[in-house]
């Protein structure tokens, strides 16, 4: 039974879909006064957008577009009408954000740079784009020009068709867009069998997943790679679902899991919870066993295969190392180390904590991760009936939550991973809507972080958050204490 969502006050249907129909205007045309133009200035702040010429209208029309796109989306979280009403208005507020420069980071130059290594026969793995070669080296953000790719073979194989079919800058920027966008309706095309599945109204998890603003800000506007890991994500599960226990179904389905991680490591968290729903019935270890082992062949046959044809091999894996080089607070292991800094600042000690405070996260990780594969693995155990679809996708929804928060960074797109299976899955949704909602807010349209420019007080403000959250989800000590027999109500004496 499809969980009850409890009634929205907010705007009517059609006053919140031309409300983020303008907002997606207002931020199109930020990004034309001040968005990140390849001649936008590199490393700007807050007050030196405003001193530009036309800074005071780019930053005018950010925030209130992206209030109204935010505003318009939680208004009707728990009340869309329809699913072809969900995807027309999703469609109506991304076509705006389609036709404007990219917004809100330069990562797409990024890609371009690295795509253009890879085609000029450089090694992206081996050097950074400012070492390759690369003309459009001026673009990049100055700390990644001499990082190697932290992506997959198969990301870099597109970036790769993007440049060719681009020619210049200007069209691989469009390329790219263009390949972000497939991956998207990838994505809109397996939600609603995905929901279906799990017991969700299709209607609000097409709503919760494609509308939001991160998805028109990020992976339209911005034309992240994160579009066409979710796409192949969601299209395995989807074949997962519908065809548990098949040979030739799971194969598909690891093969496209497979892909996904060679667009974006992080979707291998998911690849568990894929094998517990690809088990039609009986949850047995042997049947774990042998529906694993034929998912895992096929991932394993896409990251071969993927990674013979590009000719890179296995480098990719060690450039996943350079993605924690960037240091914001919006991480909250990092959050919590930048404090440990301060406070040892005050004793006149430097703990240069933020590494440790990683990689310890990074072991909680890990530990997290088992624990919500084994809960679900017993609880599919326990009820031994066709709840696999919807218990493994929360396990999975639930993973990608973690390894967000327990990674050592966080861009906002970082945030449309769970958003996209918590939509599928989750009964209540303030708890991750609000978030998402709030990351909104962090990027400027021509890429500036305003993580970058507050760190001190994010450091701490995260810092509190974490331990109010820890505190309040601690058990009391009166939940701890264990209730003898004789202060069973149900318990009749012998």
């Given at each position: 039974?499809?969980?009850?969502?409890?009634?929205?006050?907010?705007?009517?249907?059609?006053?919140?879909?031309?409300?983020?129909?303008?907002?997606?205007?207002?931020?199109?045309?930020?990004?034309?006064?001040?968005?990140?133009?390849?001649?936008?200035?590199?490393?700007?702040?807050?007050?030196?957008?405003?001193?530009?010429?036309?800074?005071?209208?780019?930053?005018?029309?950010?925030?209130?577009?992206?209030?109204?796109?935010?505003?318009?989306?939680?208004?009707?979280?728990?009340?869309?009408?329809?699913?072809?009403?969900?995807?027309?208005?999703?469609?109506?507020?991304?076509?705006?954000?389609?036709?404007?420069?990219?917004?809100?980071?330069?990562?797409?130059?990024?890609?371009?740079?690295?795509?253009?290594?890879?085609?000029?026969?450089?090694?992206?793995?081996?050097?950074?784009?400012?070492?390759?070669?690369?003309?459009?080296?001026?673009?990049?953000?100055?700390?990644?020009?001499?990082?190697?790719?932290?992506?997959?073979?198969?990301?870099?194989?597109?970036?790769?068709?993007?440049?060719?079919?681009?020619?210049g800058l200007t069209g691989t920027i469009v390329a790219l867009r263009v390949i972000a966008v497939a991956g998207l309706l990838l994505a809109a095309l397996c939600l609603p069998g995905l929901a279906r599945a799990a017991g969700i109204p299709p209607r609000r998890a097409v709503w919760l997943a494609l509308a939001g603003p991160l998805v028109g800000i990020h992976l339209v506007a911005g034309a992240h790679n994160d579009a066409v890991m979710?796409?192949?994500?969601?299209?395995?599960?989807?074949?997962?679902?519908?065809?548990?226990?098949?040979?030739?179904?799971?194969?598909?389905?690891?093969?496209?899991?497979?892909?996904?991680?060679?667009?974006?490591?992080?979707?291998?968290?998911?690849?568990?919870?894929?094998?517990?729903?690809?088990?039609?019935?009986?949850?047995?270890?042997?049947?774990?066993?042998?529906?694993?082992?034929?998912?895992?062949?096929?991932?394993?046959?896409?990251?071969?295969?993927?990674?013979?044809?590009?000719?890179?091999?296995?480098?990719?894996?060690?450039?996943?190392?350079?993605?924690?080089?960037?240091?914001?607070?919006?991480?909250?292991?990092?959050?919590?180390?930048?404090?440990?800094?301060?406070?040892?600042?005050?004793?006149?000690?430097?703990?240069?904590?933020?590494?440790?405070?990683?990689?310890?996260?990074?072991?909680?990780?890990?530990?997290?991760?088992?624990?919500?594969?084994?809960?679900?693995?017993?609880?599919?155990?326990?009820?031994?009936?066709?709840?696999?679809?919807?218990?493994?996708?929360?396990?999975?929804?639930?993973?990608?939550?973690?390894?967000?928060?327990?990674?050592?960074?966080?861009?906002?797109?970082?945030?449309?991973?769970?958003?996209?299976?918590?939509?599928?899955?989750?009964?209540?949704?303030?708890?991750?809507?609000?978030?998402?909602?709030?990351?909104?807010?962090?990027?400027?349209?021509?890429?500036?972080?305003?993580?970058?420019?507050?760190?001190?007080?994010?450091?701490?403000?995260?810092?509190?958050?974490?331990?109010?959250?820890?505190?309040?989800?601690?058990?009391?000590?009166?939940?701890?204490?264990?209730?003898?027999?004789?202060?069973?109500?149900?318990?009749?004496?012998?």
């Amino acid at each position: 039974m499809a969980p009850r969502s409890a009634p929205i006050v907010g705007l009517a249907p059609r006053s919140a879909r031309y409300a983020g129909l303008a907002g997606a205007v207002l931020l199109a045309v930020a990004g034309h006064l001040g968005g990140a133009l390849p001649d936008t200035p590199l490393g700007g702040t807050p007050a030196s957008i405003w001193r530009a010429p036309d800074g005071p209208a780019t930053l005018t029309c950010w925030l209130i577009g992206t209030a109204l796109l935010v505003g318009a989306w939680w208004s009707l979280r728990g009340s869309v009408s329809s699913t072809r009403w969900a995807y027309v208005t999703a469609g109506l507020w991304a076509l705006p954000l389609l036709v404007a420069p990219p917004l809100g980071s330069r990562d797409v130059y990024s890609y371009a740079c690295q795509g253009w290594t890879y085609a000029h026969g450089v090694d992206p793995y081996t050097v950074g784009v400012a070492a390759g070669g690369c003309p459009w080296l001026d673009t990049v953000a100055p700390i990644w020009r001499d990082t190697p790719a932290p992506y997959g073979p198969v990301f870099v194989l597109l970036a790769a068709l993007a440049v060719g079919l681009g020619g210049g800058l200007t069209g691989t920027i469009v390329a790219l867009r263009v390949i972000a966008v497939a991956g998207l309706l990838l994505a809109a095309l397996c939600l609603p069998g995905l929901a279906r599945a799990a017991g969700i109204p299709p209607r609000r998890a097409v709503w919760l997943a494609l509308a939001g603003p991160l998805v028109g800000i990020h992976l339209v506007a911005g034309a992240h790679n994160d579009a066409v890991m979710l796409g192949l994500l969601l299209c395995g599960l989807l074949i997962v679902v519908r065809r548990p226990g098949r040979p030739a179904a799971l194969l598909l389905a690891g093969a496209l899991l497979g892909l996904a991680v060679t667009v974006k490591a992080t979707a291998v968290v998911v690849v568990p919870f894929a094998v517990l729903a690809g088990m039609p019935d009986r949850h047995t270890v042997r049947a774990l066993l042998r529906h694993g082992g034929w998912l895992a062949a096929g991932l394993l046959a896409a990251l071969l295969v993927t990674s013979a044809a590009s000719g890179l091999g296995f480098g990719w894996v060690g450039g996943l190392t350079h993605s924690g080089d960037s240091e914001q607070w919006t991480s909250p292991p990092t959050a919590v180390g930048f404090v440990v800094d301060y406070a040892g600042a005050l004793v006149g000690r430097d703990p240069q904590a933020v590494p440790g405070v990683r990689a310890v996260a990074l072991l909680l990780l890990v530990g997290v991760l088992v624990v919500l594969w084994w809960r679900a693995w017993q609880t599919l155990r326990r009820r031994n009936e066709r709840a696999g679809p919807r218990v493994a996708l929360h396990g999975a929804a639930l993973a990608l939550v973690a390894t967000v928060v327990l990674s050592p960074v966080f861009h906002p797109w970082y945030a449309t991973w769970p958003l996209a299976l918590l939509a599928l899955t989750a009964a209540r949704t303030t708890w991750f809507v609000l978030p998402a909602a709030a990351a909104a807010f962090l990027a400027l349209p021509d890429g500036t972080n305003l993580a970058r420019v507050t760190k001190a007080p994010g450091a701490l403000a995260m810092t509190a958050l974490l331990l109010t959250v820890l505190l309040r989800s601690a058990p009391s000590p009166t939940s701890l204490i264990r209730r003898s027999p004789g202060d069973n109500p149900d318990r009749t004496p012998g």
